[in-house]
């Protein structure tokens, strides 16, 4: 009799033990509270420049400038002012050592799993209410699978297509000291294209254009 007692206790006790691992292994693990990488963009002072067609947007994102937050995954939001379609030619993330303009990684930025989207800003899916520097329409582009540290600083290059849709078109725009972020804009050259090793055409030397947030998701 004893000896069926303790085997009774010793299949209950395995018993407990599986259903407390099993539990344990399919219990999800809780998601990461979304956080802004870099400060982003404050007050928005103004709309910027509205013609972007046959442009080329730099936006420096200074490892500096990191607020601490981590991920292994980065998502970034760009803002619109003004216009019904903004037309895409191409998108990339350029990562340099910090304080150097020698690129070291390049890495694809798309919209919907491309990089040369048409964004339908008239559509109400898209911007629920007219883009306007008091309303911008703030689109999530997907998830880059890039880390952000502090030992680099990063550059968002995006081509506006030179058609007459990007003409008349208006980006979110935060003064020069509203922001750690930066910008500059090149006419007459596609400069996403460029390789690891080529150098960016330049540094952010005034307020940041577009791009609004930087996030882990």
Do not use: H
Request: hydrophobic share 40%.
């Amino acid at each position: 009799m004893k000896t069926l007692c303790k085997l009774a206790t010793f299949i209950l006790m395995m018993t407990v033990l599986a259903v407390s691992s099993f539990a344990q292994e399919t219990e999800k693990a809780p998601a990461a509270a979304l956080a802004n990488l870099v400060e982003g963009q404050g007050i928005i002072a103004s709309t910027s420049n509205p013609q972007w067609d046959g442009l080329s947007e730099l936006v420096l994102i200074p490892g500096a400038a990191l607020m601490g937050a981590s991920s292994t995954t980065t998502s970034l939001y760009l803002g619109f002012t003004g216009g019904s379609e903004a037309d895409i030619g191409n998108m990339v993330v350029y990562t340099t050592a910090r304080g150097s303009a020698v690129i070291t990684a390049v890495t694809p930025v798309t919209l919907g799993g491309v990089s040369d989207p048409s964004i339908i800003l008239s559509n109400t899916s898209v911007c629920p209410v007219a883009p306007s520097t008091t309303t911008p329409c703030i689109v999530r582009f997907d998830p880059t699978a890039i880390t952000f540290s502090p030992a680099n600083d990063y550059y968002l290059m995006v081509y506006y297509t030179n058609d007459t849709n990007n003409s008349g078109l208006g980006g979110a725009q935060a003064g020069n000291l509203q922001s750690s972020l930066s910008s500059n804009y090149f006419g007459g050259t596609d400069y996403t294209r460029l390789t690891a090793g080529q150098s960016v055409p330049g540094t952010g030397d005034r307020g940041p254009v577009f791009l609004m947030y930087v996030m882990n998701d």
